[in-house]
Each structure stands twice: as structure tokens, then as C-alpha cells.
């Protein structure tokens, strides 16, 4: 398949896909006899793996060391799972850490919906007082 069919059906532009290849995410596709780039429909399945790491924050360099071992094939598999392992640990303690700024999210909005139905936002919780209290709490702002 050309550049351009895989584009559409990858959902990365042109430019990115060949910015994979010169650094190594992508391995160089085969050229056809007008020495256009010529990918095997397998690749597909590699640029969803790739989307995964990214969209789950692993760092370019760790996705390029794990692009290299699956390049070298047999005898690496124990350090591709290690990379995944300690991947995985990594996109866990992002989503406790959304859990938990999910759960600050959830208690603000409770308070500004018992306000709203009082009527009278002196005598409820969420008043500004409420969110001074949250916002400058022990929770982890930036932790994601």
C-alpha cells in the first residue's frame, strides 16, 4: 500500500509516518519499482500498537528501545515484557492518580449542586471558602 492509503487508514499524516520511519519506530517499507513506498498491510497493526504507548504516555525513546528489540526478534522477548511491565505500572498510577482527581472533581460538583438547590449560597457548601480548602489541599494537581 501506498504512503497515502496508509495515512488514511492509519490515521497519521504522510509527514509523521515517514518522521517513524527516519527515527526508527517504523521499519523502512519495501519500494516499488518507481521507488515509491510500498507497506505490507501488517504494518497496521504495529502503528495501533505504537498509538497505544503513545496515548498511554510512554516517552518516545522507550517506544524507540522497544521498536528495536521487536526489530531484532527472538531472544528479546524478556525485555520487550519487562518494557511493558514497567509501562504498564506507570499508565496504573496515572489513572489512580485521575481516580483521585475524578473523586475532588465529583465532591466540587456535589457542593456547587447542593448550593444550586438550597437557594442560598451562604448557607451551603461550595462556597468559595470550600474551594480554597480543595485547591490548596495535599492532592496531587499535576501528578497527570
Known sequence: ??????????????????????????PPPDKNASGHRDYDVSILTWIDFLGRLKATGMPVREMLRYAALREQGAGTEAERQAILEIHREHVRARLAGLRENLSVLDTKIAGYAATVSAGDPAQSKGTKDDDHDIEHSDHRHGAL
Do not use: D, F, Q, V
Open 1 to 26: 500500500m501506498k504512503i497515502g492509503e496508509l495515512a488514511r487508514r492509519s490515521g497519521l499524516s504522510a509527514h509523521t509516518i515517514r518522521y517513524y520511519e527516519r527515527i526508527g519506530l517504523l
